[in-house]
Every structure is written in C-alpha cells, then in structure tokens.
C-alpha cells in the first residue's frame, strides 16, 4: 500500500489530506485559534463538585470547564495533588521521581468530595475536545505518547499492545521497559515499537521524560489555569501515530513547514527524509493531487461507489445512520445472494473510510443488504474488521444483527469534519449538489452504459453549465473518458433540462 501525506498552509489554518492508493482517508485541520487539543496537559483549577454525578467541572481557561469523572482521576490522585504542592513550594526539584514517595491508591469506588476540592490546583489531560455546547472532557491519569512508548508517571505498571500478536516478541518488549524505564514511571509499547532495537525505544523514552522534566519547570511560575504541556502540531503527531515502510510521498507548500517536517523525520526515520517535497505549481496543492475532488465527492449526504451502488449517511442528535443501496447497477453474478454480498463488501469498505475521513464518533449503524447465508454474513464482518483496522481510533463492531444491521462505537475525541458540498441553485432557490458530485454519478452510470459494446454511438444530454464543466480544460472529462472508453462521448446542452438532470441516448436518439 502507498500512503502519501499532502498538507495545505493557508494564513490561518493547515489542512492534512492523507491518501492511501490515491484514495483519501483521512482529513485533518490544524487551526491558529485552537486551543485545546486531545494530549495537552493544563494546570487547572477545580470547580464545583457535582455529588450525583460524582464528577467535577473544572476551568482550564476554555470559556466552558471541563468535564472530569471520579473514575477518571487515576489510582495515584494524591500522589499527583501531593507533587505539585510539593512543585510549586519549592519542597520538589527532582523532577524525575527517582525519590517521590508515592501516596496509597484512592478508593475505585470513592466520592469526589473526598478526594477533590473546590479552588484546588490540579494537571489534567485533554481527552475529549469541546464538542456543541459542552466543554472538554479531562483526565487526571497523565500520559505522554511517544513515537513507540507512552509514558505514564506515578505508575509502574508495563503494558504492551494488544495488535502484538507474537507473545515472543511481547515478552522481549516487556523485559526491555524493565531494565530502561525511569523508577515510578509507567510505559505502555505502542504497536510500532514491535521488532525495535534498544537504542530507539531508550531514545523515545528519553525524550519523553525530557517532555515531562519541562512540563514540572513550568508548573511553578504557572498561574492556572494555564497550558503547561501542548500536545505535537498536527503534522507531526500524524507522523508519529501512522509513519511507516509505506510512506512514498510528504508533500507540503510552504517551505518552514517543510523543514519542521524533515527535523521530525530525521529524529524518527531518518533515511525517509527525502520523501519530503516542496511543492511549486501555479496550481493549488489539493487541485493538484486530486482532492478538492474527492472532499467534493466525499462529504455529501449521498456517496457514490463503484458499479452504481451508494451509500445514504444521516446524521441526528443520537446516533449516525448509514444505508448500503445497490441503486441500478447491473454485475455478472449468478445470484441475488451473490449481487447482495459484493454490493455489501465494497459497501464496508467505504463506510471505513467514511468514518476515518469524517471523524464521526458515538454509535453508528449500518443497515447493509440482507444476505441469508450466514457465510455471507461472516465473511461482511470479516471484512468490515480488516477494513476498519486502519483506524487508530478506539472502536467496536458488532457482528450483523438479525434484521442485517451493524452497530459500530467509536471513539468521539474531536468535533466530526463537516463540510459543505452544496451551492446555489443556478435554476430557482435553495441548493444542490456542487458539479463534480454530479459528475461522480455520471461516471458511475456511464460505467454501466458502455459495459454493453452493441452502442457504437452514446450521447449525454446535460444542462449547459454541466456541458461546459464537462468540456472545459486538457484533458476535459470528455476527453479522459474517450480514452478510457476508446468511444467518443458527445455531450449535448439542454436548456430546457434542470440543473441536476441528464440523460444518455444511444443511436437514433433512443
């Protein structure tokens, strides 16, 4: 698989399009007014203390507090209160931990009153972003992820991920965090750690903990509530989380960005350096490579695939709905049942996709084509797995339900991407689908079209704003599609027709 990394710079915001096999999967924006990110540490003072919900909201300086539950503070709550008491009156100046004495564990089932009080100064973590009207979700159990370790301190607990498959391997792993991790701090291996040498887990280890030393030089002068720890800009906490062997291309327009990049890389892979390139053509970044188009194609509520079939994604205040629709394709198979399962599996594909590129978290389900083969049940839910193990976001799938439903969770940490596909109707008020989406359904019906080889000549019959979109530029939509097709497709304005409509003919207007 090639995976490419194409990043925008604009005056206010960074735009990262990640694309694997020319397909974009995943869609990131970076903005100069964002304060709070999932991994930033803030000194934070404590609000009111709900007893019923047994939380309490906190003020991180974000015009809304966040949210932390009891079960959310960690084991070592007092030892944490107990440091930065310690920090901020001079008393502790190893950072280190080497010789902290550590507190005894809260009580799993303890009351928040007990541990927490209001105007107390506490380090929490940004686990969930603002998202609507409520404010962040925090956590008082601190981590700071690495390249192949996160480090936990007041912990010594070792953990190793569970995609490690090979207990030979966890084994090694674990021996190693035993002999090179610092004294009261705990380490969780990350999946890309797996056949790593010493030196680079030490390396990442090390600067991790320098990471946590600068944080503990911070608190002392801090006023909170205060950031005292900022989570990696976008692009390299995208490097660190999803970097491997794949990587062919990282290519970005502006040239400091560029060098930010390389200065990262030659600390985590040095010899992909070079896949690092800037780019200079007239023409816009994401025009270039193709991805204007696919956002276009992408985001709507409607979501062309291949041969015809569709998908309908609906969005409400409780859960998001998807549904698989064969629409008109026509295929080979020998069956309904066959027809049913291929629709489904080119389905499951897009719908992981689709939730990677708009982020959308909380419960999602998918209401596939019925299939009554329970083979052909498994094998859809073999696939949706396999599918969806590209996504780094926590998340469960559920195997079909009796009415052929899905039920995914997954992970809500950020606001889901939305964006707008739709423009003014040129032909009476309100809106409809912008161009190139139009086209995307074109494409899709003209596949089926010229897949009987009896038509020697096909026309396309289009409003003329659509007639001109499809003739404009080299190689114009028509031309590419006359060397796809070796058939020459004439398009013909209609000016009776709507905005949206279209229409193929055959020979003699038929």
Known sequence: ????????SGSSDIDFALLRDGRLTELNKETNDNKISVGDVFLSKIGKTLTGLNAAFVNVGYQKDGFLHYHDLGAQLLSLSKFIKEVNTGKQTDFTLKNFHFEKDIDKNGNINDVLKTGQELLVQ???EPISTKGPRLNAEL?????FLVLVPFSNRISVSQKIDDPKEKDRLKRLMKSIKPKNFGVIVRTVAQNKKVADLDKDLQNSLERWVNMCKQIKRAQAPTKVLSELNRASSILRDVFNDSFTNIIVDDESLGEEIKDYLAEIAPSKESIVKLHKSSIPIFEKYGIERQIKTSFGKTVSMSKGAYLVIEHTEALHVIDVNSGNRSNKAKSQSDTALEVNLISATEVARQLQLRDMGGIIVVDFIDMHKSEDRQKLFDHLRKEMAFDRTKHKILPPS???LIQITRQRVRPEMVIKTREPNP???????APIVLIDK???ELD???????Y??????VHPFIASYLKQGYPSIQVRWFLKYKKWIKILPRDAYQYLQYRFDKQNDK
Do not use: D, H, Y
């Open 1 to 8: 698989m090639k995976t490419e990394l194409i990043i925008r």
């Open 126 to 128: 940004i686990v969930k």
């Open 143 to 147: 981590s700071i992820a690495g390249r």
């Open 402 to 404: 009796k009415f052929g």
């Open 427 to 433: 032909n009476k008020n309100g809106e409809v689908e």
């Open 442 to 444: 074109i494409e899709s």
């Open 448 to 454: 089926k079209v010229m897949s009987f080889k009896k």
């Open 456 to 461: 020697k000549k096909v026309m396309l019959n």
